[in-house]
């Protein structure tokens, strides 16, 4: 993949199984992202695309495997405030953007971006606004800042997220389809945002149905199904020769129209 | 209808409305106060806690709140406590609308869309954090109507402390019975005065819950 001999990837999975009672979502993922790489999942719903993602920053909890970010072990067998302690400094470092936005509704878009800043990076308040400011340019509507998250339409508001999760200064963005909430003629300024965040070599994986986005972005292409990764592959090839007859008929149902 | 009568009672009355108003007051603080505790119970991780806040939700609603009070005011002196009729009054209410009002706050709590605390936490808010910032601000919006319910009940549960001898107003109205004789008129300002004292929580409610509307 894309890593620099001799450094460590940004995110190894390695025999990650997880199941919500007699459902078994994951069923052995490995997976290794490198730095600056990024990854598209896709695949039916309910294959366990978006259990692995929130794996990653550990909003699920695996039964068993092993994630590391960064070389650091995700999921640690700790409990009580040591638990705490160590997911709250690995959350830290990922950034995580929901399909349904998650904005706090009840504060500003400045403040739903400084906020975090503030209570889990210890900036203050101007310190923690200027970032806001900066980052709200970069998804270009710094003109937004004292509207409520409300008042914006679906695009504004995932950019809002995506600036939001940036504040954090992550080293790695999830993205869990980032677009299949929004009006079709929002998708793309979404999409906008994620293409020069990738162009800025942000590490990222991204949950998707938008097949033009993963073909187009994406370095590798990571296609699973029923709990497994199928076939991972440039899209240049999975796109063309795909092997499996999974994703080939999964191509062709997603393609054919 | 007697008016010079009902003209002479007022006072005792107005009196006995002011105890009402006293006793359901410090009643809802205490309410609250514990209620605020239940609820952090019944939603902690810990399985000890929430055992607790259930066992104390189940048993409180599980008995009339007459033998909650009964048990207070002439059980506690059995077992070395002899709380005043007035105190008596106040922890018994308080105490058994906290079970209620626990279940409100908990209920609004958990109708905060679960991707609030997911996003929280993504940012990597501690727990605590991300109930404090993200949760309770939108959580206290949903409450004020659901607290204001158990509020109104509280003022008219506040009657049956007559039964512990607080001269509050129902046992007003049960005393003046024995000198009137009237228990159309006597009954008939209690109810006017519960009315009033009712009517002015449930407006003072209304204006908080606009208050706090979004938007």
């Known amino acids: 993949m894309s890593d620099a001999p001799g450094r460590t990837p940004m995110i190894e999975v390695r025999g990650a199984r997880k199941a919500f009672g007699a459902a078994e979502v994951l069923r052995g993922i490995d997976l290794t992202v490198g730095r600056g790489e990024i990854v598209a999942i896709i695949g039916p719903s309910g294959s366990g695309k978006s259990t692995l993602l929130r794996a990653i920053n550990h909003l699920e909890t695996l039964d068993a495997g092993e994630i590391r970010l960064d070389g650091r072990r995700v999921n640690l067998p700790l409990r009580g405030r040591a638990f705490e302690r160590h997911v709250n400094a690995l959350r830290r470092q990922i950034g995580m953007v929901f399909q349904q936005f998650n904005l706090f509704p009840h504060l500003s878009v400045l403040d739903n971006l400084a906020l975090a800043p503030m209570r889990a990076r210890g900036l203050d308040r101007q310190e923690a606004r200027a970032l806001a400011t900066t980052y709200l340019e970069r998804v270009h509507i710094p003109e937004q800042a004292q509207k409520y998250p409300a008042q914006l339409s679906g695009g504004q508001q995932q950019r809002v997220a995506i600036a939001r999760a940036l504040c954090m200064r992550p080293k790695i963005m999830l993205f869990d389809e980032p677009t299949s909430a929004l009006d079709p003629e929002m998708i793309k300024e979404v999409l906008d945002v994620m293409v020069e965040l990738a162009e800025d070599g942000m590490t990222m994986i991204v949950v998707t149905h938008e097949m033009g986005f993963a073909r187009e972005v994406a370095d590798t292409i990571a296609f699973m199904d029923h709990g497994r990764i199928v076939e991972a592959l440039p899209p240049a090839q999975f796109f063309t020769a795909a092997r499996t007859e999974r994703a080939q008929l999964f191509l062709s149902r997603i393609l054919g129209h | ?215």
């Open chain 2, 1 to 215: 209808m007697d008016i010079g009568l009902i003209a002479r009672l007022l006072p005792h009355f107005l009196q006995a409305a002011g105890l009402t108003i006293l006793i359901s007051t410090l009643a809802l603080a205490l309410g609250l106060a514990v209620a605020a505790g239940i609820a952090a119970a019944r939603l902690s991780p810990s399985r000890v806690l929430r055992g607790f806040g259930a066992a104390y939700v189940s048993l409180i609603r599980g008995t009339p709140c007459l033998i909650q009070l009964f048990l207070i005011y002439f059980g506690g002196p059995q077992v070395g406590i002899t709380p005043g009729p007035f105190a008596a009054g106040v922890i018994g209410l308080g105490l058994n609308i906290a079970a209620y009002m626990a279940e409100a706050i908990r209920g609004a709590i958990l109708a905060v869309d679960r991707g609030q605390s997911e996003a929280a936490r993504s940012l990597g808010f501690s727990r605590g954090q991300a109930m404090r910032r993200v949760i309770l601000p939108q959580a206290a919006r949903l409450m004020i109507r659901p607290l204001g319910v158990n509020a109104i009940a509280l003022v008219k549960g506040s009657s049956l402390v007559a039964t512990i001898s607080v001269v509050e107003l129902t046992y007003t109205a049960q005393r003046l019975i024995g000198s009137t004789y009237r228990p159309f008129e006597v009954f008939g300002i209690a109810a006017l005065l519960y009315l009033v004292i009712i009517h002015t929580l449930r407006r003072g409610i209304d204006r908080l819950d606009r208050a706090y509307a979004p938007g």
